[in-house]
Structures are given as C-alpha cells and as structure tokens.
C-alpha cells in the first residue's frame, strides 16, 4: 500500500495528549506527518503552539495552518507562545488537497472536532472516498439517550453529524469510553513522565510544564487519549473495532440506535504496557 502520510487535526494547548500525539508522529519512522491544521476555539493560537513545536524539532518542511475557529474550549498555551508570532496560513483545504492528490495512502488523523473535516468535503464532495479518517470521537458511555458529548463531539456537533452519517467507507473511531483508562495516564509514577521530567530538550521542558499545568487545573493526570488513535494511523493493533449503530438529531446529538454505522473502537486496550513503552520510545 505505500508509505501512510499523515495529516494531523488538532486542538493543541488544551489536554497535552495533542502535544504527545505530535511528538510521537514526528519520531514514528511508520509514518510521514505532511501537515497540520488546527481547529476548535483559538484556532489561530493552536497553529502557533503548533508551529513552536515543529520549530523546535526543526521540521521547517512541515506546515502548521489554521483551520476552523469553532469549539468552546480554552487554550493554556499562550505562556508557551510569548513573543513567537509566525504567519498562520488558513489556506488548508488547497493544501490538503494537494497532499490527497500526490500521496496513494492518506489518512486524516482527527484528535479534535471535524468543521476541518466537514468543510473539505462540503467543497470537494468527490474527495470522500479517496483517504481514510480516525477520529478521537464519540463514546458509547451514556449514549442510551441522546448526548452531544464524548470527546471532540461537542466541538461542532453537526459537523460532526454531517461526516458520520456520510457512512464513509473508511473511517474508523476511537471513543473516549475506550481512553478513559487509568493503564495509560501520565503521571508521576510511569516512566514516560520521568523521561520529559529529565530531559533537557526544549519540547520535553514545555510538554513537562504543560503536563503539569494540566493536573493542577483538573486535579488528575491525563490519559493519552490522542495517541491511542494515532496508534490505529501507525498500524499498530492496541485498539479493536466492531460495528455500531447511532442516530443523530437535528442538533447533532447522538443515541445508540439503528441509522448510521460506525467502525467504533471496544472499551478493552490490547496491551497498554506495550502502548505506554512505545510512547516513552517516541516521545
């Protein structure tokens, strides 16, 4: 099938799992990360953030642009962001085109909502079937009644019912009921949170300072949820699928039901230690 190339979406400078998901693409030999558009709210800030991380590994050749300013969540990164304000181009759906045009085997990797998403396939319809997409989305956790939840649902919920209920071939989506797992937080105890505590390189320190924000405002470490997805976009066997049923309103909240089916991940992860050593190997 080719080399996999890879188009991040995401909200950067919120949960830190965005920022482990860019490391470990940036050092995965199974993959090659092409671009990265942002999204949610702050959509500009997050392409920057974005950017100073891709600087600082200087991967010039990657392009940080921003996507669509939708979402409501608050962006924590604008310590990290001081006195670094690149160009951010909003030119993404040219740019993605163009990667869909010249690679066999693309996957749009979606750790956030999907207006991106949507907004592409709204302007180039005929494009659907020619890439793959995994989402970081929907739970089946409190799903017998309608909810607009789950992780990234909320973030534009009817963009989010616009791409599920196009049934699209090639789409897969890990659900939060799956990451929600103490087996893969980050916290003081696992070695991947030693690893960013000693290291001396310049993402290391703002991803430490960055994990650590994050457990003073929610009183608990983070799951890596991001990275579980992008594992399913390396090939990697850490996450199973079965096919599931939802139905979406009006308003883009969804029930378990019988209309639209999804490839939606099991709650069970394969081999979390394994995971959880793959990620101290790639961060």
């Known amino acids: 099938m080719g080399e996999k190339s890879i188009i991040l979406d995401h909200d950067i400078g919120t949960n830190p799992d965005d920022f482990f998901t860019l490391l470990m693409l940036l050092n995965s030999s199974a993959a090659i990360l092409k671009i990265l558009v942002s999204g949610n709210n702050h959509a500009r800030e997050r392409a920057i953030f974005a950017r100073k991380v891709l600087d600082n590994e200087e991967r010039y050749d990657i392009e940080s642009l921003q996507g669509e300013n939708t979402g409501h969540i608050d962006f924590y990164g604008s310590k990290f962001i001081e006195n670094f304000s690149p160009n951010t181009s909003k030119n ?32 180039y319809p005929e494009y659907k079937d020619k890439f793959e997409i995994i989402h970081m989305g929907m739970s089946i956790k409190g799903a017998d009644n309608y909810i607009g939840g789950g992780t990234n649902m909320e973030a534009d919920q009817l963009s989010a019912k616009y791409i599920y209920e196009l049934n699209l071939k090639r789409m897969s989506v890990v659900g939060s009921h799956t990451t929600i797992n103490d087996s893969i937080r980050v916290n003081p105890q696992s070695e991947l949170y030693k690893k960013i505590k000693t290291s001396k390189t310049s993402n290391h320190k703002i991803l430490f300072q960055h994990l650590n924000d994050y457990h003073q405002r929610n009183s608990i470490w983070p799951a890596l949820h991001d990275p579980l997805a992008a594992s399913v976009a390396l090939g990697k066997k850490f996450v199973n699928f079965s096919v599931k049923h ?20 099991d709650t069970k992860i394969n081999n979390p230690e394994t995971f959880m050593n793959l990620m101290v190997e790639l961060t």
């Open 92 to 123: 993404y759906l040219k740019q993605i085109k163009s990667i869909v045009d010249n690679n066999q085997n693309v996957i749009w990797l979606v750790i956030q909502g999907l207006s991106n998403v949507a907004k592409f396939l709204k302007t």
């Open 246 to 265: 939802v139905d979406f309103n009006l308003s883009g909240k969804y029930k378990m039901g019988k209309n639209t089916a999804v490839s939606l991940s």
